[in-house]
């Protein structure tokens, strides 16, 4: 179990009551780390804190939606019907008022393993592009893609969103670490994901351009 809260207290608490009902779990601090932990440990449920320090809980929310569909129980001080729709939209699965008892926590994480049953299949396939986010491998007609981190989350958003135009600072919002935004630096990441899909701008196969709006991911006219 991954657990992502910057209270200390919370935090530590949380990982004796976890422990000692028989999880492994990991602790995270801060919101950068829980990302990264989510996406390489791969936990059964994540418990997650909307008020982190370095980053909106809603936002980190959808960024571990982009690569996994692990159950989500987040930690709200809010109350109300709004509030509970506006996470579940987000990606939750479940989640909890702040203060909550360990009965409480207890409870919605047994509640939201058994929902989950048999995982998802999380392989995408566009046209020729296929893109295991369990693995965080991705292929172009059968040969393995070389990408970086930020390459690989990139396309798996992309991906997810077949035919959507979607605007830069929609990326940069969803993909990127908050201490690296810019709109460049999408702007050179899509150049750099064009060059490995083996494509340029002039002459689009999966990363169109849409000039004044956003990047579009479709497959080639030829694989529709």
Not at 58 to 82: C, D, F, H
Not at 94 to 105: G, H, L, N, R, T
């Amino acid at each position: 179990m991954l657990v992502i809260e910057d209270d200390a207290d919370v935090r530590d608490a949380l990982g004796r009551l976890l422990n000692a009902s028989g999880h492994v779990v990991r602790l995270c601090e801060r919101a950068l780390d829980g990302l990264r932990d989510a996406a390489q440990w791969e936990p059964d449920v994540v418990v997650l804190d909307l008020g982190l320090p370095d980053l909106d809980g809603a936002t980190v929310l959808r960024r571990i939606r982009v690569v996994s569909q692990v159950p989500i129980v987040v930690a709200t001080a809010r109350e109300g019907e709004s509030e509970m729709i506006r996470l579940l939209r987000a990606g939750a699965d479940d989640y909890v008022v702040k203060p909550y008892s360990a009965e409480q926590i207890e409870a919605r994480i047994a509640a939201v393993l058994r929902r989950g049953g048999a995982p998802p299949s999380r392989v995408i396939t566009v046209g020729g592009l296929t893109l295991d986010a369990d693995a965080r491998a991705a292929s172009l007609d059968g040969v393995p893609l070389q990408l970086s981190r930020l390459e690989f989350d990139l396309l798996a958003y992309l991906m997810q969103r077949p035919g959507k135009v979607v605007n830069r600072r929609q990326l940069l919002a969803e993909v990127w670490p908050a201490e690296s935004r810019s709109l460049e630096t999408v702007d050179v990441h899509v150049t750099w994901l064009r060059r490995k899909l083996g494509e340029r701008a002039a002459q689009p196969r999966y990363l169109h351009t849409v000039r004044g709006v956003g990047i579009q991911l479709s497959a080639p006219a030829e694989e529709d």
